[in-house]
T-cell receptor, first 118, second 114 residues
């Protein structure tokens, strides 16, 4: 069982609200990721981090932002939520076993946050 | 274009039966292939990982195969159980850069009936 946690698990909010999705891991992993997943569709990488003070945008354009002030914590923020942001957000972390990037790592996923914006 | 295609999209089997899920990919250059299991409302959990030189890898009742020449992989589930009901996702990594990248399939939704 991976020690990676996400809160809240479910969130229903109105348009225009600012929200922060929390993600924390107790495995000491340097690398952390945020994915977006719609029902029946593949996961899309929206943000990743290789360590403290490191953040990069992923393959899928997202209006969200992330921060990495502590190794164990990787929160995602939406300044003004819209219905188009309705989705499942999955956080993951990994530890490099070999030299190189995320393709060599096994990623451990959190349980996800199901976000609904009305 | 690098892609990962899975089939079937969904599958229903009876408890105790075997099944095989397919994954075809066009990712190049290839680094490794993983199968993940994702229960409804949960995050994916890694089942197997195979590199270019590996043909078969087992994890309990799950056996994955890889044919790097034809760029195909399969996940065989033996003696299915109700708890096997989940989405099974094929993930392929490239090594086209020092950072690497993961390509996700859309998954096969497996339902096991009693």
């Amino acid at each position: 069982e991976a020690d990676i946690y996400q809160t809240p698990r479910y969130l229903v909010i109105g348009t225009g609200k600012k929200i922060t999705l929390e993600c924390s891991q107790t495995m000491g992993h340097d690398k952390m990721y945020w994915y977006q997943q719609d029902p029946g569709m593949e996961l899309h990488l929206i943000h990743y981090s290789y360590g403290v003070n490191s953040t990069e945008k992923g393959d899928l354009s997202s209006e969200s932002t992330v921060s990495r002030i502590r190794t164990e914590h990787f929160p995602l923020t939406l300044e003004s939520a819209r219905p188009s942001h309705t989705s499942q957000y999955l956080c993951a972390s990994s530890e490099s076993l070999l030299a190189g990037g995320p393709s060599t790592d096994t990623q451990y996923f959190g349980p996800g946050t199901r976000l609904t914006v009305l | 274009k690098n892609q990962v295609e899975q089939s079937p999209q969904s599958l229903i089997i009876l408890e105790g039966k075997n099944c095989t899920l397919q994954c075809n990919y066009t990712v190049s250059p290839f680094s490794n292939l993983r199968w993940y299991k994702q229960d409804t409302g949960r995050g994916p959990v890694s089942l197997t990982i195979m590199t270019f030189s590996e043909n078969t890898k087992s994890n309990g009742r799950y056996t994955a195969t890889l044919d790097a020449d034809t760029k195909q992989s399969s996940l065989h589930i033996t003696a299915s159980q109700l708890s096997d009901s989940a989405s099974y996702i094929c993930v392929v990594s490239d090594r086209g850069s020092t950072l690497g990248r993961l390509y996700f399939g859309r998954g096969t939704q497996l339902t096991v009936w009693p």
